[in-house]
Structures are given as structure tokens and as C-alpha cells.
């Protein structure tokens, strides 16, 4: 069974900085391409940064140079690190894992990411 917990979530003013973090309860997460998605009330989930086995990365163009996506295998672990939050970065966040080889795919439960102007 797979599990996604993510943490790290809260309040921050704009500007500031959060990291989040998603543990995998998982085997082979290694085989895991992994990514963070956000939803805003009102909106879509859309994807936010996603990272590969391989360790290659992409992001959305609205936080490109702002975020940063990294994995550690031997953590199961993969974060999101957020800077310069702004207010539009309001949003429940989702850790997501698609498997290489199989494509199932899991859902961590999200955590709600809150920036103030």
C-alpha cells in the first residue's frame, strides 16, 4: 500500500520562504517520478514542479526561479522549496507519485500553503 504525507505547510507573508516535504510510503521510490500540483479555491489543480528518477526537473512558468523540487531516495522524500511566496501561491499543495513503469498513481492528502500580502 502507498502512502504520501506531505508537511510543512502554514502561514508566511509575501516574500518569505516555506518548505514542504512529501514522505513516501512506498517500495521502489526510486521508480517514483514525483511532483508537486496546487489547487486555489475556486480553481483547477494544476501542476506545480515535477521531478523525474532521473532527477530531471520542470516547473510551471509561474514559479520558475521562485521554486525548487528535490528528491531524496534514500528518504523517500521528496520537497518543494518556495521562494519569494507571494499571494497568488495560496493553494492547497499535492504531492503526487507516478510509477515509471506501471503509471499508478498516488495522492498525498495536501497541505494548505497561505501567503499574506
Known amino acids: 500500500q502507498v502512502e504520501l504525507v506531505e508537511s510543512g505547510g502554514g502561514w508566511v507573508q509575501a516574500g518569505g520562504s516555506m518548505r514542504l516535504s512529501c514522505f513516501a510510503y512506498?517500495?521502489?521510490?526510486?521508480?517514483?517520478?514525483m511532483a508537486w500540483h496546487r489547487q486555489a479555491p475556486g480553481k483547477q489543480r494544476e501542476l506545480v514542479a515535477i521531478i523525474t528518477p532521473g532527477s530531471s526537473t520542470n516547473y510551471a512558468d509561474s514559479v520558475k526561479g521562485r521554486f525548487s523540487i528535490s528528491r531524496d531516495n534514500a528518504k523517500t522524500t521528496v520537497y518543494l522549496q518556495m521562494n519569494s511566496l507571494q499571494p497568488e501561491d495560496t493553494a492547497v499543495y499535492y504531492c503526487?507519485?507516478?510509477?515509471?513503469?506501471?503509471?499508478?498513481?498516488?495522492w498525498g492528502q495536501g497541505t494548505q500553503v497561505t501567503v499574506s500580502s
Open positions: 512506498v517500495r521502489e521510490f526510486s521508480f517514483y517520478t
Open positions: 503526487n507519485a507516478d510509477h515509471l513503469v506501471s503509471r499508478d498513481q498516488y
